[in-house]
């Protein structure tokens, strides 16, 4: 890792980290609430991780806001 970048290293002047390709969500927990016919989730991603791309994952569609018009 770094061998395709370390030529360029000295031109760009970039703060940050490399980021893993795969991450995988910690201490997972949900629960089914059948009254209000929705189910819970509680689960832990590392810094930089996204719950929306998780949930998308697991819905197998987009998430949308239903705030905007």
């Known amino acids: 890792a770094g061998e395709i970048e370390k030529e360029y290293n000295s031109e760009i002047n970039e703060d ?7 991450v995988y969500a910690t201490k997972v927990e949900g629960r089914h609430l059948p009254e209000e016919a929705q189910y819970e989730m509680n689960f832990t991603l590392p810094k930089g991780s996204y719950a929306t791309v998780l ?3 697991i819905a197998k569609r987009k998430i949308t806001d239903s705030k905007k018009t």
């Not at 940050?16 to 795969?22: I, L, P, Q, T, V």
């Open 16 to 22: 940050g980290a490399r980021r893993y390709a795969w």
């Open 55 to 57: 949930i998308e994952e």
